[in-house]
């Protein structure tokens, strides 16, 4: 594995670790790796995903605060259940995926119940709006549009485009044929057009 991870510069001699080099390149040693909680696995998971998972968050809430939260609660939740995970091959980054929707669902629904609550304080629900017009002005109109899609058009776009993945692999992802996610992905993509229209 040594040889795979570090390479050795020819004129000085000294190792130097390789950043495109994985550790654990077979899905079923990592997701091993990672429930016997060795660092290296840990550390890979993050660095392969912690964009990702970014990315997805900041698409479903609008800003990056929320973004940033729901990032820490996925691998926080990563480590907690990890023990529990057992690798059927769908790749890891599918189940890290399910628990980023899941952490997503649940800061929208504290941001819901947080609005509710400020209604009875107006000096709270000015800033509370405030605060929201500022982050939203980070999004581009794309990324409003995508936040108005339904949400299988918005996973498989971003699973497709954000995150860039094979027909193949959003089908494992989403446990769907492959002809079904081409089928979605246009569907949503005439969704986004019609939304970014309006």
């Not at 769908?90 to 941001?111: D, G, K, Y």
């Not at 446990?175 to 969704?191: D, F, I, Y």
Request: glycine share 4%; charged share 30%; with cysteine.
């Amino acid at each position: 594995m040594r040889d795979l991870m570090h390479a050795t510069d020819a004129r000085t001699g000294a190792e130097w670790a390789r950043p495109d080099a994985r550790l654990y390149e077979r899905e079923e040693d990592f997701a091993t790796a990672l429930s016997a909680l060795e660092p290296g696995a840990w550390r890979q998971l993050f660095e392969e995903n912690h964009r990702r998972v970014f990315k997805y968050a900041l698409i479903r809430t609008g800003n990056t605060a929320d973004a940033d939260d729901v990032m820490s609660s996925v691998f926080a939740s990563a480590a907690r259940g990890i023990r529990k995970f057992r690798y059927q091959g769908v790749p890891v980054a599918a189940w890290l995926l399910r628990i980023a929707h899941n952490e997503t669902v649940r800061s929208l629904q504290r941001r819901a119940r947080s609005a509710t609550t400020t209604l009875e304080h107006p000096q709270a629900a000015s800033k509370h709006a405030r605060d929201e017009i500022a982050s939203s002005d980070e999004l581009a109109d794309v990324a409003g549009a995508m936040g108005r899609l339904s949400p299988d058009h918005r996973e498989v776009l971003m699973l497709r485009i954000v995150d860039d993945r094979s027909v193949r692999d959003t089908a494992q992802m989403l446990c769907k044929s492959e002809s079904a996610v081409k089928m979605l992905q246009v569907r949503a993509l005439q969704s986004l057009r019609r939304k970014l229209e309006e």
